[in-house]
């Protein structure tokens, strides 16, 4: 059966739930002398809209902006300018590793673009290299030696296998350091607690995806979830219920997204 049009309004409250709004990512930009043609929108949220672009002279690149559209009729171009900034410091901070794509520039208010990375997210579906964890564990403590916690290691499709065989970093939106709170005690003991579940998280991946490289003293520790973990959960939880519901509402409604929002 054909899908009914949504009305206005039921139109109205599933834009409000985009980045950008009834707006997609530009189809073109122009960033350091070299023109971008966008090739395909990965994601668009309430928060930001990630999209994949393709240079003739440059190559392949990555988009995204942060909020731009009002919510409610309230502005939050302001946090899209905030997220956008926190998130360009880690890009800095961490510009001389290899495995982290190398920032290319910002576009608009709430936009930056950064290299692409040849690879795949960590899955099941393809062959970890025995190496691959313990690379990626150096990393990690790389990144905590600069007083950062990656803080999004849970999600495997942050975490890229790459052509080269290496783990590769993206999406630091969520990342912590000290520039907010300042470098004091109580800030400090947070960041070592965030640090800790950057490693129970690579621990818990290694166990699902190469069970067979872990030590006794690593399984145990992948399987000991922490109470801020824990709380994390307990706290987050009724958010993505009700995200969760809200979306698959407006689907069966017929307020269905364009592709690229899911």
Not at 104 to 117: E, M, Q, R
Not at 175 to 185: K, P
Request: hydrophobic share 40%.
């Amino acid at each position: 059966m054909p899908v009914e049009s949504p009305s206005p309004r039921r139109a109205a409250i599933a834009y409000a739930m985009r980045a950008l709004g009834r707006d997609e990512p530009p189809e073109t930009f122009s960033l350091g002398g070299a023109t971008y043609r966008r090739t395909r929108i990965v994601k668009h949220d309430f928060w930001a809209a990630t999209a994949f672009y393709e240079s003739p002279t440059a190559g392949p690149a990555v988009a995204k902006i942060n909020r731009a559209a009002p919510f409610c009729g309230i502005s939050l171009e302001w946090i899209g300018r905030f997220l956008r900034d926190r998130e360009i410091r880690f890009y800095h901070a961490l510009a001389d590793l290899s495995n982290v794509p190398r920032l290319l520039g910002t576009i608009g208010p709430t936009g930056f673009v950064h290299a692409f990375v040849p690879g795949r997210p960590l899955s099941r579906q393809q062959a970890i290299p025995d190496d691959f964890f313990s690379q990626l564990a150096e990393l990690f403590r790389e990144i905590h030696r600069r007083r950062i916690a990656y803080v999004d290691a849970n999600k495997p499709e942050n975490i890229l296998l790459g052509a080269d065989g290496r783990p590769h970093l993206i999406d630091f939106q969520i990342s912590y350091d000290l520039h907010e709170l300042g470098d004091n005690f109580v800030n400090r003991a947070i960041l070592r607690r965030l640090a800790a579940e950057d490693d129970y998280h690579i621990l818990k991946h290694k166990r699902k995806l190469r069970p067979d490289l872990l030590t006794a003293e690593e399984a145990e520790r992948s399987r000991r979830r922490s109470g801020f973990v824990n709380l994390h959960r307990f706290l987050t939880r009724p958010y993505f219920i009700i995200r969760r519901w809200t979306m698959r509402r407006l689907r069966e409604s017929g307020r269905v997204l364009p592709e690229g929002s899911k």
